[in-house]
């Protein structure tokens, strides 16, 4: 299974970004998709994560801000970031929830500038 995970950018704080993340297999056979992100000199961290059915989990960090979503007939991952902090930089990921996950990819850069 590829993961293509696109839509980053350069973005002032306060500011919006809309990723996505295209799966080279049909979505609705995978359980549950999340988005992760790695800030320079950090480990990769879980941010949010969505269901089969679009039930939703987020990190305290993020919620209120960024929305998770998905469309299994496009195999596509969605996140949705606003009100974006400077300390929300780093390289954005997808992948599926839990211990097995697919191979990462490369991720989209997320910087936020103050």
């Known amino acids: 299974v590829q993961l293509q995970a696109s839509g980053g950018g350069l973005v002032q704080a306060g500011g919006s970004l809309r990723l996505s993340c295209t799966v080279s297999?049909?979505?609705?056979?995978?359980?549950?998709m999340a988005w992760y992100r790695q800030a320079p000199g950090n480990e990769r961290e879980l941010v949010a994560t969505v269901t089969a059915v679009g039930n939703t989990q987020y990190v305290g960090s993020v919620k209120g801000r960024f929305t998770i979503s998905r469309n299994n007939a496009k195999n596509t991952v969605y996140l949705q970031m606003n009100s974006l902090k400077p300390e929300d930089t780093g390289v954005y990921f997808c992948?599926?929830?839990?211990?097995?996950?697919?191979?990462w990819g490369q991720g989209t850069q997320v910087t936020v500038s103050s």
């Open positions: 992948n599926q929830f839990g211990p097995r996950k697919f191979d």
């Open positions: 297999r049909r979505l609705i056979t995978i359980g549950v």
